[in-house]
């Protein structure tokens, strides 16, 4: 009798370690990033080491209705399987907030079979115990497994076991729903910033338009847009080469993909090459990790790369490549990466005279070359600057809530007969200054910035010395009867009635580089 005692509390005890081992199993079932797996995996187990011979979990939809989530040793578990609130065992489970036990299931009419059977159990008697799964003291789903009758089974002991499993996946699911929370929060975060971005570059918003040549950019933006053609901008620092970048990008069909940019000019030579294709880790001194380049970043997208007249030879020829292959390797890799890119250029640098000194190579510059848009100078866009004027000065009145309306005629005319070296981003600077001067409602000669107080005089009229003028007018003409001699001093000297003693006096301290000229 009593050896029969000591056999049983072995046996519990066994049957105790194995049910810490399932929870165990459970919790890190539970762990992974994909909830419907994690539950299913949970129900393999509870089958496996506890004998499940089918097992449910439902949770709770946006709707209120029970949806079945997980099902393992059902005939089709793909099935929509749904209750209403109440409705079935299940439901009333989730309803109460109480666990339910069927013993016969064959004898409880409120059973509604509505999850499926393997056929082959179909005609076996089973046992059916349904707990809530309780976050925050609300009932949001049911854990429910079959279990095979057995007259002798007393219930108390599997309701607590599962209690505690269905606390497991309440957690999960919590975690689960704030990881998802987040998502949205972010994608919704993420969708109104490409809106603003969009609306920001929308074409609407680039002014001007009204001079002949900046009408032809905008026809041209709207042109090449849609297409993946590589474009290459040119012209004179702020003219607004970004601005017009933007503009086809998010005119084109990879407008929702992003858009990258790399100042090339502003990255040193040891760096481009790992910005633009990425690195694989232990690829040089402090690559500890693999990193993306920016081709990779862009992908799908436009990669933008600024100021392409600074990069050096040895990044022009993997730049190349990419052109005309699609293709490249991260630095210190060996895969060969897809380079979905729409590409953009943009450059104030005279690449053509680049080329002729041989720092800009000349497969790459007709590469780029497929689709280029000169954006012309501030001054030769009279029309524009006024249009412009007014847009930024209506910009940075509000942005600064001055209550300024208008600019005075003299203020326009100091405007209009200035050369705008910097062009737009200038004038931009320029209304900005006036406004933030202006105390009143109409911005006045005064208010511009001192370069542009001279300038009836200084954008029209050179002063310069007369000595200066003789010198520029004497280099000139040197260096004209070297490019006719093709470089030969002795000819030009003839040309220029002079010896070829002076020639080479004047080439010296002029700094006239007569190589050049040879060909
Ligand atoms: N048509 C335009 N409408 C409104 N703003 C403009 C326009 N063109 C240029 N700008 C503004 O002028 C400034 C300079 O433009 P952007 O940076 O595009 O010039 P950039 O040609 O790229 O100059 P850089 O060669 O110096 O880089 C920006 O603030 C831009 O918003
Ligand atoms: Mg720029």
Not at 16 to 26: I, K, N
Not at 95 to 110: C, F, H, N, T
Not at 380 to 399: G, Q, V
Request: aromatic share 6%; proline share 3%; hydrophobic share 40%.
């Amino acid at each position: 009798m009593s050896t029969n005692k000591n056999v049983g509390s072995t046996d519990a005890r066994l049957r105790e370690a194995q049910r810490l081992s399932t929870l165990l199993d459970v919790s890190q079932a539970l762990a992974g990033l994909d909830l419907k797996a994690s539950l299913h995996r949970v129900l393999e187990i509870l089958a496996a080491q506890y004998g499940a011979v089918r097992g449910l979990v439902s949770l709770v939809d946006a709707d209120g209705d029970l949806r079945l989530v997980a099902a393992d040793g059902t005939g089709d578990s793909a099935r929509a399987v749904r209750y209403r609130m109440g409705e079935g065992i299940t439901g009333r489970a989730v309803q109460s907030g109480k666990p339910i036990v069927v013993p016969r299931v064959s004898r409880e009419p409120a059973f509604l079979h509505r999850a499926a059977r393997r056929p082959e159990l179909a005609r076996q008697e089973l046992s059916f115990i349904c707990v809530p799964i309780v976050l925050s003291r609300r009932a949001v789903g049911a854990l429910a497994i079959d279990v095979t009758f057995d007259p002798e089974r007393t219930f108390n002991r599997s309701v607590k076991f599962l209690g505690i499993v269905a606390s497991m996946i309440a957690q999960a699911v919590k975690i689960h729903r704030l990881i998802e929370e987040d998502k949205r929060r972010l994608a919704d975060e993420n969708a109104h910033l490409r809106q603003e971005l969009r609306e920001r570059y929308e074409m609407s918003n680039m002014v001007g338009g009204g001079s002949g040549p900046m009408r032809q950019i905008y026809e041209q933006v709207a042109q090449v847009a849609a297409s993946n053609t590589t474009v290459l901008i040119r012209g004179e620092s702020g003219t607004g080469k970004e601005l017009i970048a933007h503009a086809i990008h998010y005119n084109s069909l990879r407008a929702k993909k992003p858009f990258v940019k790399v100042s090339c000019a502003a990255l040193p030579d040891s760096l481009i090459e790992s910005e633009l294709f990425g690195y694989e880790k232990g690829a040089f001194t402090g690559a500890e990790s693999r990193k993306k380049g920016r081709f990779e970043l862009a992908e799908g997208g436009t990669l933008f790369l600024d100021e392409i007249g600074d990069i050096n030879l040895a990044t022009q020829v993997k730049l190349l490549r990419v052109l005309q292959e699609r293709e490249f390797e991260r630095v210190g890799g060996t895969e060969t990466l897809k380079a979905n890119v729409r590409l953009i250029a943009a450059t104030n640098k005279d690449l053509e005279k680049a080329m002729a000194a041989g720092s800009f190579r000349e497969d790459l510059y007709y590469r780029l070359n497929v689709f280029t848009l000169f954006v012309p100078p501030l001054r030769e866009r009279k029309p524009d600057l006024l249009t412009l004027a007014d847009h930024f000065l209506e910009k940075f009145a509000r942005e600064h809530g001055r209550p300024i309306k208008r600019i005075s005629t003299p203020a326009i005319d100091m405007l209009a007969s200035y050369h705008w070296p910097g062009n737009v981003r200038e004038l931009e600077n320029a209304i900005e200054r006036a406004v933030l001067m202006c105390d009143g409602e109409v911005i006045h000669g005064h208010h511009l910035p001192p370069s542009l107080q001279t300038a009836e005089a200084s954008g029209t009229v050179t002063r310069v010395s007369l000595k200066d003028a003789i010198v520029a007018y004497e280099k000139d003409l040197i260096q004209d009867a070297l490019k006719t001699t093709r470089g030969n001093r002795a000819k030009a000297a003839r040309l220029l009635d002079t010896t070829e003693r002076i020639i080479n006096y004047k080439v010296r301290t002029y700094d006239i580089d007569a190589r050049r000229f040879r060909s």
